[in-house]
C-alpha cells in the first residue's frame, strides 16, 4: 500500500493564481481531512469528508473548496491565491471506529 | 469548537532526564487524544493515543496520563536520547475525522 500520497511537493504561485492539492489514499478510508501548518500554530483543520459525495468545513476553510467525488481522492483546490496561503498543506485519512490519522508527505505552498 | 493549548512551547533537556509536555482542552466531550511526533521536513507521526475512558497508557519509554475532570493530559517521555528531539503535538477530538491541534513543543535533547 502507498497509504496517502500528496502532489506536488513544492509549488510556488503568485497571488491570484488557482490551483488543486492532490491527495490520495489506498486504504479505502472513509474519513478525509486537509490540515494547514503554520509555524508556531500547529496544524489547523480546513475542510474533511466522512465520505464520497460528502465535505463539510473545519476551522480554516475560506479560500479553499474540496469536493469527494470517489473514496481515494480528496482534491482541496485554492480559487485565488493569497500570500496567507503561504504553508504546508497535509492531507490525512482514517476509518470510522479507529482515530488513527494517516497523514500524508505534505505539500509546502509559496504564495508571492 | 476545541481549543488545546500546550507548553512548554520549547524544552530542551539533558540526554537520560525525562521530559514532560503538558496539554488542556476545553471540550469535555472530546474522547480521543492522540500524540505527535514530527521531524524537520516530515509528516507528523503518532507515537501514543488515549482514549477517555483510560487514565493512563504506556508504550516504552513513552506514556500518557489523562484528567478527564481538569481538562488536561500530558506526555512523558523516559531517558530521553538524541532522536527524541522532535516538535510534539498534542490534539483533541469527539469525532474521529476532526482532529484540534496544540502549538506543538520543540524537544532538544543534549548530548
New interface residues.
Given amino acids: 500500500n502507498a497509504g496517502v500520497t500528496q502532489t506536488p511537493k513544492f509549488q510556488v504561485l503568485k497571488t491570484g493564481q488557482s490551483m488543486t492539492l492532490q491527495c490520495a489514499q489506498d486504504m479505502n478510508h472513509e474519513y478525509m481531512s486537509w490540515y494547514r501548518q503554520d509555524p508556531g500554530m500547529g496544524l489547523r483543520l480546513i475542510h474533511y469528508s466522512v465520505g464520497a459525495g460528502i465535505t463539510d468545513q473545519g476551522e480554516v476553510p475560506n479560500g479553499y473548496n474540496v469536493s469527494r467525488s470517489t473514496t481515494e481522492d480528496f482534491p482541496l483546490r485554492l480559487l485565488s491565491a493569497a500570500p496567507s496561503q503561504t504553508s504546508v498543506y497535509f492531507c490525512a485519512s482514517s476509518s470510522p471506529g479507529d482515530a488513527f490519522q494517516y497523514f500524508g508527505p505534505g505539500t509546502r505552498l509559496t504564495v508571492t | ?1 476545541e481549543n ?1 493549548e ?1 507548553h512548554p ?1 520549547t524544552l530542551s533537556v539533558q540526554e537520560g532526564d525525562s521530559a514532560v509536555i503538558k496539554c488542556t482542552y476545553s471540550d469535555s466531550a472530546s474522547n ?1 487524544f ?1 500524540w505527535y511526533k514530527q521531524e524537520l521536513g ?5 507515537i501514543i ?1 488515549i482514549r477517555s475512558n483510560v487514565g493512563e497508557k504506556k508504550d516504552q519509554r513513552i506514556a500518557v496520563t489523562l484528567n478527564k475532570t481538569a481538562k488536561h493530559f500530558s506526555l512523558h517521555i523516559t531517558e530521553t536520547q538524541p532522536e527524541d528531539s522532535a516538535v510534539y ?1 498534542c490534539a483533541a ?1 469527539k469525532y ?9 513543543t520543540t524537544v532538544t535533547v543534549r548530548a
Fill in positions: 469548537g488545546v500546550q512551547s480521543y492522540p516530515k509528516r507528523p507521526q503518532l493515543d503535538f477530538s474521529d475525522y476532526k482532529l484540534s491541534f496544540g502549538a506543538g
